[in-house]
């Protein structure tokens, strides 16, 4: 096998590439660094030969292992077809070449170095992994990780909807500078990736008088928030199966289209019941 011609891309995957934005650019887009990649996406600059970068060409080779030894540990069937030069329907700046699919979800493989995390290793490919669950549409993208050559983890990581759109409005913003051939007048600031549970602080709010106030709120009224949700649903209960509209004693209960009832207080109402049929 001729190794730098595998690691070597053609003009034609070059200029293929530059015609939108991939998953490995999304870090970019995201921390800011949007000077650099606007050169790049322009031809401004001559890409870089990854050909010597050893993390690049260990990652390049390891990848099918990767593959083989996800399936290996969780049993779940991985696939490489239907991968290649994805474009989003609703973006079509935004592309993405998968490492694998694990129907429903897509597969995502790293080989990182011995000293790092795992949980270092997910937020830094964050932006790419988000970025390939909206070109693909997949509900999460497995991410899974060679550490050195001793250790492997994995990680589900599901699509993140508030981060996906702050995502496709950068991504659309960047490449209208693209589009317009003018380039980014300043640094973007950096968007903060969500922090993990494991890595997120407990505190102790009895120091905090707002806190001990709607505390206080919370708890006394506990019981009788317990009530109110069980009346309002007895009340659901006794209107029957054609009534569209039940009222009385203050309260109305309406009947959607969907069937669904709805139960609100009236502004002004009888003192009796009253049905009205279909």
Not at 116 to 135: I, T
Request: proline share 3%.
């Amino acid at each position: 096998m001729n190794i730098r011609a595998a690691l070597t891309h053609s003009a034609e995957w070059h200029a293929e590439r530059r015609k939108g934005i991939g998953g490995s650019d999304a870090s970019k887009i995201m921390s800011g660094d949007w000077h650099a990649l606007w050169l790049d996406k322009t031809g401004r600059v001559e890409p870089e030969d990854l050909s010597k970068v050893l993390p690049v060409a260990m990652g390049s080779f390891t990848e099918a292992l990767n593959l083989y030894w996800f399936e290996l540990i969780t049993g779940v069937k991985v696939t490489t077809e239907n991968c290649e030069g994805l474009v989003s329907t609703d973006h079509p700046h935004m592309r993405a070449n998968l490492d694998g699919r694990a129907q429903p979800n897509i597969l995502e493989a790293k080989h990182i170095n011995a000293f790092a995390k795992a949980e270092e290793a997910r937020e830094r490919y964050y932006p790419q992994l988000q970025h390939n669950l909206v070109v693909s549409g997949a509900p999460a993208c497995y991410l899974s990780i060679f550490i050195g050559t001793l250790n492997y983890e994995y990680f589900l990581v599901e699509a993140d909807d508030k981060y996906q759109a702050e995502l496709i409005e950068r991504e659309r913003a960047f490449w209208q500078h693209v589009i317009e051939d003018k380039a980014p007048e300043q640094r973007e600031a950096a968007v903060a990736k969500p922090i993990p549970l494991d890595d997120m602080r407990e505190v102790d709010m009895t120091a905090s008088n707002a806190w001990a106030n709607f505390a206080t709120v919370y708890c006394e009224n506990m019981a009788g928030a317990a009530l109110f949700k069980s009346a309002g649903s007895e009340l659901k209960a006794l209107v029957e199966d054609d009534v569209k509209r039940a009222s009385g004693h203050s309260v109305e209960i309406n009947r959607a289209k969907n069937g669904s009832l709805r139960i609100k207080k009236m502004k002004d109402a009888d003192n009796g019941l009253t049905i009205e049929r279909k």
